[in-house]
């Protein structure tokens, strides 16, 4: 069935450092990819989101590309700050599954200055 | 829109009480779904409606739980009888079909003593 698996964390970055989590995701059809942000207390918020294959995704400094070949849809920022720290989760939705989304098992981000 | 509301923000009972949650979707979304999310277990997807007719409860743990959805603006998750280990933070989202992306709630965070 349809999954996606991202990186492990925690993630501790400095300030001002460049963000990479890996997401790859396993899917029949042609999916929706997406990136969602949960910050301490809050519920899950989309972050960006891409439909179709080489689409680029982004917010507030954040980018992932929909790439069909690798099967992925990495999580980057060239610049990182505190108030990114937060959980970042993967998800897909799919036609073929009946629009359900899967999600990750989310990656905890910890900005230090 | 206020988005999709979820009640109460926080429960605490006592073990073997009845826990009624509650969820009201974004106006027109006609797809909700019930996640719970633990340190341990990430964010788990319980049920999924669609049309207010549940489509996938495979997630759902045991018989202790059941979710109904009489309308397109209500939702409830019921656990009865609760236990210390249905602790967790309860989430509903909400979205359309086909799915653009998913709504969360501020979620409902339950304890059970």
């Known amino acids: 069935g349809d999954s996606v698996t991202q990186m492990e964390g925690p993630v501790t970055l400095s300030e001002e450092a460049f963000l990479t989590i890996n997401c790859t995701y396993t899917?029949?059809?042609?999916?929706?990819l997406f990136w969602y942000v949960q910050y301490p207390g809050e519920g899950l918020q989309l972050l960006l989101k891409?439909?179709?294959?080489?689409d680029k995704g982004s917010n507030k400094g954040f980018e992932a590309t929909y790439r069909k070949e690798t099967t992925s849809f990495h999580l980057e920022k060239g610049s990182v700050q505190v108030s990114d720290s937060a959980v970042y989760f993967c998800?897909?939705?799919?036609?073929?599954?009946?629009?359900?989304?899967?999600f990750g098992t989310g990656t905890s981000l910890t900005v230090i200055p | 829109d206020a988005g999709v509301i979820q009640s109460p923000r926080h429960e605490v009972t006592e073990m073997g009480q009845e826990v009624t949650l509650r969820c009201k979707p974004i106006?027109?979304?006609?797809?909700l779904f019930w996640y719970r999310q633990t340190m341990m277990r990430g964010l788990e997807l319980l049920i999924y409606?669609?049309?207010?007719?549940?489509?996938?409860d495979s997630g759902m743990p045991e018989d202790r739980f059941s979710a109904k959805m009489p309308n397109a603006s209500f939702s409830t998750l019921k656990i009865q009888p609760s236990e210390p280990r249905d602790s967790a933070v309860y989430f509903c989202?909400?979205?359309?079909?086909?799915?653009?992306?998913?709504?969360f709630g501020q979620g409902t965070r339950l304890t059970v003593v």
């Open positions: 899917a029949t059809g042609y999916p929706s």
């Open positions: 989202a909400s979205s359309n079909d086909p799915a653009e992306e998913a709504f």
């Open positions: 998800a897909l939705s799919s036609p073929n599954t009946g629009n359900q989304f899967y």
């Open positions: 106006s027109g979304h006609n797809s």
């Open positions: 409606f669609n049309n207010n007719v549940p489509i996938d």
């Open positions: 891409a439909t179709k294959a080489d």
